[in-house]
DNA sequence: CCATGCAGTTAACAACTGTTCTCTGTAATT
DNA sequence: AATTACAGAGAACAGTTGTTAACTGCATGG
């Protein structure tokens, strides 16, 4: 079926790949409306010229960059919320999970926590679009749950939208930990998950009384 | 007690506050990160050195700008959490205060949503410690309340920085329902309020049976 | 009333920006 | 083997940026 391409695009995708890696390195210490074109291919070892043979703008590039922080994740959200369990251990799992992700990929998650209130309009759009997406799907898991029996799809879906802004919130503090002094960390990052874990609970407790 | 100040220091002031204004009106559409001193001078109708008497630096103006939005917010916050009704009547009255500050300081609003995640570290840094102390004052005053009894101090604040995020993300969807086509501004609003205010009774009920 | 302090001005600087046009080498197509 | 397509280079453009220095005018304090 994946069609091996040739030299000359794989080339190409190599370069773009560069330039959105480097953008994400340099987005570390300032916003996406701030970043230049020059910053970017000059972090790379390119011509300037050559940046629009990938990219409109940097705001498009910035569009690409939301691709790549969140496009893969839906799958991993719909297990994790889906998998059976007790509601506990399905909440230490999810806390894990977040804190896990945001060892492995730091830049992503500030990319998009700094950005889902940026400066920049299509970036803002194109986060609005891919967090929206993951509330259906939280939605339609949290639907499949007994729990959920006489729900209102308007309230399974305010419920959905709780959830995925808590965990956005849990990431980035998450990220403040990582970010902090070595010394602190550890302890930084067990606070974090203990105070997401109650959090979780608590909303949970409030799930399972909605219908009183 | 307030000692008039001379005309100097009253037109000093004058500037300095038009150089906030400016800075926050052209903050609507870009990041502080990449916010130029002279964009806000020429704005102002004054020369780009003139900056330097009232900032060290465009995220000196920032950390300000922190000052101006939520400095003053303190007492509001504290006066409505701890206004006596049932919840569910404070609940009604929380989200119409949010909807009309958001009305009303719109640019601060969106200020403090961008920044908090933003790219200047300072001024993350004193929205962080105003953030904080919200939560502090909301846990003050959700101790007074006979709800709270048996209650840890961690808990108290976890909750706390619970109701502090959800006000900040109701507060930058009330701005993103005002900021669309006027058409839908109504509709949304209100939507925006009844989804907000299903989530803060869907945690209220998990504080009622947090002790269970 | 005079000397000082200081908000704001003017001019100049080196460095940087996005964008255009022209060119080159080479992979891909015929 | 000859032709085309196209990723990237190079140079030049008009404008912008932050920061410096030396200045001017005027409110203020002695």
Chains 1, 2 share one sequence.
Do not use: N
């Not at 994790?80 to 806390?95: A, C, K, L, N, Q």
């Not at 299509?122 to 997406?133: D, F, K, N, S």
């Not at 998450?174 to 998950?193: C, I, S």
Request: hydrophobic letters at 40%; aromatic letters at 4%.
């Amino acid at each position: 079926m994946s069609h091996t391409l040739g030299i000359r695009q794989a080339q190409k995708q190599k370069t773009r790949q560069a330039l959105l890696d480097a953008a994400l390195g340099l987005l570390e210490e300032q916003s996406l409306s701030s970043l230049g074109l020059r910053e970017v291919t000059r972090a790379v070892g390119v011509a300037p010229t050559a940046f629009y043979r990938h990219f409109r703008s940097t705001a498009d590039l910035g569009v690409a960059l939301v691709e790549e922080a969140l496009g893969s994740l839906h799958p991993m959200i719909r297990t994790t919320v889906s998998t059976t369990g007790d509601s506990e251990e399905r909440i230490t799992r999810t806390i894990e999970l977040i804190a896990r992700h945001v060892d492995g990929y730091p830049a992503h998650v500030r990319f998009i926590a700094r950005e889902r209130h940026g400066g920049v309009q299509p970036v803002r759009e194109a986060i609005r679009e891919q967090l929206a997406r993951f509330a259906q799907e939280v939605k339609d898991e949290l639907a499949k749950d007994p729990v959920s029996a006489g729900w209102t799809e308007d309230d399974l879906l305010m419920l959905a939208h709780l959830y995925v802004d808590q965990m956005l919130i849990t990431a980035s503090l998450f990220l403040e930990a990582l970010e902090g002094p070595e010394r602190e960390r550890e302890e930084r990052t067990r606070h974090v998950a203990q105070v997401a874990t109650r959090q979780m609970r608590l909303i949970g407790l409030g799930r399972h009384h909605w219908l009183d």
